[in-house]
């Protein structure tokens, strides 16, 4: 049974930094792309970043690039959102995803498995 967790969520002042972890578990990862979204209250689910086991290439949103970066480790079947310079709009639950790699999606209807989520907090 996949099971996708997440950790490291919390609360942490404007300017500070989060790293967030998800651990893989109950299939086979290596030919799956991982992919970070978040959601706010009262919005919709949206695509932060992406990425695959097999190649160092990442993929995000134009507003997060530079400040949020995904990485793997492949040994851990970890994966890592590093967030910086956070700001009071990052607020929301951040979830971690995954399907079967064929291509980019950025779509949540896209992902097969989800994590639980995880709250960050940004206060100004």
């Known amino acids: 049974q996949v099971q996708l967790v997440e950790s490291g969520g919390g609360l942490v002042q404007a300017g500070g930094s989060l790293r967030l972890s998800c651990a893989t578990s109950g299939g086979t990862f290596s030919n799956y792309i991982m992919a970070w979204f978040r959601q706010a209250p009262g919005k919709e689910r949206e695509f932060v970043a992406a990425?695959?086991?097999?190649?160092?290439?990442?993929y995000s949103t134009d507003s997060m690039r530079g400040r949020f970066t995904i990485s793997t480790d492949n040994a851990k079947g970890t994966v890592y959102l590093q967030m910086n310079s956070l700001k009071p709009e990052d607020t929301g639950v951040y979830y971690c995803a995954a399907r079967a790699y064929d291509g980019v999606y950025s779509r949540p209807t896209q992902y097969d498995y989800w994590g639980q989520g995880t709250q960050v907090t940004v206060s100004a």
């Open positions: 990425k695959t086991w097999s190649s160092s290439r990442t």
